[in-house]
């Protein structure tokens, strides 16, 4: 499947467009740090991770739009103290800028958290993104207690990446996730790339707690054969179809947007299926209207 191939395959669903729940756009001097990352990802992956839509902001936008993706998350992640106020306010205008963009900020485990998270959801932030792996901290960090207190009370979505792929960071895994689902069990947590390699687990906790969703990102792809996904996953993944979110990571991606799309659909689960993680769930969810 190509791009272009996309709004043809979306008709034959009869579906009006696609949500995607985890995109990237940042400030410049952000993601130039790290497209470096992954141009140097090759020692730590085994194989060269090549970027496929290196462009502006407004050629990326576009393609989004050209493929009928009505809404997307642009995620920032803060990887230290100090720096998620920076991204909020850059985002805050990139949603001004984008309206079809879901409005996304970030936090990390600081004082001042307990300050800006409460401020963004008042002023109408749509979704945030955290990341264990990258920022090298603990769900159950003390320092984020006010953190999930209001993001559990607001109902605000969290795009978080929890998994230990693509490699294992200090506090990946599903232990501290549970720990915190423990005392905020309505928390709106998105677990990204499926949890990867921990699905199991991860799909254990979005059976255990009614508002846990895992996104779509990466999985399945050609890039990763030599990391397959689990065996039973897949049922699994039906049996939950009402909380899978359709995600691509892009633009950081080393093959094509419509790719991720083929990829799920060739699981074989359904047009039912597609339809509400493509489009249904995610529309639910953000309340997009076609």
Known sequence: MRDEDVPA???ALGL???VDVHVHFMAPQVLKKVWAYFDAAGPL???PWPITYRWSDEERVERLRSMRVKAFGALSYAHKAGVAEFMNDWNR???R???DSLWSGTFYPEPEAAGYVPELIEAGVRVFKAHLQVGEFAADDPLLDPVWTELEASGTPIVLHAGSG???GPHTGPAGVA???ERYPRLKLIIAHLGMPEVHEFLDLAERYDEIRLDTTMTFVDFFTDRQIPDGVVPRLDALRDRILFGTDFPNIPYAYAHQIEALDRLGLGDDWMRAVLWGNGADLFDIDP
């Open 9 to 11: 395959y979306l008709d």
């Open 16 to 18: 009006p467009g696609i």
């Open 45 to 47: 992956l085994g194989r």
């Open 93 to 95: 205008d990139f949603a």
């Open 97 to 99: 800028q984008v309206p």
């Open 166 to 168: 693509p490699a294992p």
């Open 179 to 181: 720990a915190v689902l």
